[in-house]
């Protein structure tokens, strides 16, 4: 129920970010600067948009590209925000993601192979983090942890690696039948655990 | 592909580790009309999906990412706080034709009657219609400024609307081959419901008609959707057709001041439970 009422109002706020960004008024009703209302969008969200290109394109140049473009769309495109399929934080990392993927996808597979030797470790001490951040982290961690193994690992070469099922099949041997009930199988869990709440 | 097939690879799709044939497959499938429950699956997956992404620490981009997206997105400009809203291509057009008409007239004027006297006048004239046309300036100004209050209340009282525990959203689909979407926010027992949508373009000549509909009842108007301010349309449903729960809201779009009866439902959203 806590849970609800707080998943309740970071939608309201996140929403209402959304709108000062569309029309330039804030929830209070004051007339607000849209820079500003992108600006506390962009805090929402930008650290986790960061981090998924930066792991899935190691290469940090390239990951801040990708953030800045998943801005400029999110700019574009508020007004096909729909409310009540994600939140805006979810819009952005599907979003960001997908951009990210684009770029990985685009490079050759021997540029895949050298980029992935060469890739920058994302930094192991990232310092203080907000509270709802390590929370949304220990849920995410926790539910991964109880995947079977096998599972778990079609889900980290899918998502944090970006690979299409054949290439996992490739990678770990396994017959391409075997990965698409995995990945299912996986996919399903995580959303039980999850909830599936954008 | 059938609905089962594609809930099966629902998970994989909203990955984006499908091979490309499957992926072409399960995106041709999107696009079918009916369904039993894909989109739904869809929207569980991609959310679960998005919040593997928390699994990672956070990686604050440095400040020069910000710099560079507010200036492509042109906001280092000065802040236009109050935004006329811009008229219709056809009245910007005719405006445009009448203004230089107008000049060719004065032009015309002016080549004829050159007397001291008829130019004195003219100046009068011309100095009446500039306070004229200040004071509609003026009045044009007022106007946006009570609008813009109007609309951050509505806009506080969504918010409010949104936030209140018992409130749910209900997502208003595209019917008949239309196109666009809503979200009705529905609170029975406060017996407020707001239908929003940014994804609706007004229509010359036509408005877009709110319905209620209970249980197997026939269509009940419930008011209209507004598109006061900016990019987005909001109507409030009459709250004498929330005495009792709704089984379903629609949208319909009909000639100017709406029809008893809807004509051509355009979205259509069911308050499941």
Known sequence: MRENMVARGMFALAWSLLVAVAWGRGPGGEAVDRRQALRALYDLCSGKV????????????????????????????TADYDPTRASPATWAVVIGRSRALDRLRARSSAARVAMAQAAEPVDADPGPQPVEVREDQRRVREALSVLPPEQREVIELAYFEGLVQSEIAARTGQPLGTVKTRVRLAMEKLELALGGAG | MTCEDFQGLAGAFALRSLDPAEQ???????????????????????????????????VAPPEGVWRAIVARTGLDAPEQVLRLPAQPRRARRALTWAMAAAAVALLGLWGRERSARVRTEAELVAAQRGAQAEARDRAALLAEVRTLRESAARERELVALIDAPDSRLVPLAPVGGHTGRATAVVNVR?????????ALAPEPGKDYQLWVIHG????????FLRFAHGAVAVGDIDPKLLATAP?????SLEPAGGRPTPTEVVLLGKLAG
Not at chain 1, 58 to 74: I, K
Not at chain 2, 44 to 49: E, L, Q, Y
Request: hydrophobic fraction near 55%.
């Open chain 2, 216 to 223: 197997a009842g026939a269509p009940e108007p419930a008011g």
């Open chain 2, 247 to 251: 089984g379903a809201l629609a949208v």
């Open chain 2, 24 to 58: 072409a497959a399960a995106e041709e499938h999107l696009l079918e009309r009916e369904h039993r429950g894909c989109p739904e699956a869809l929207v569980r997956a991609r959310n679960t999906a998005a919040l593997l992404a928390s699994a990672l620490p956070l």
């Open chain 2, 190 to 198: 406060a017996g407020r419901a707001v239908v929003l949508s940014a």
């Open chain 1, 50 to 77: 960061m981090a998924i290109a930066l792991r899935l394109l190691g290469d940090r140049a390239e990951a801040e590209d990708v953030v800045q473009e998943t801005f400029l769309e999110l700019w574009r495109r």
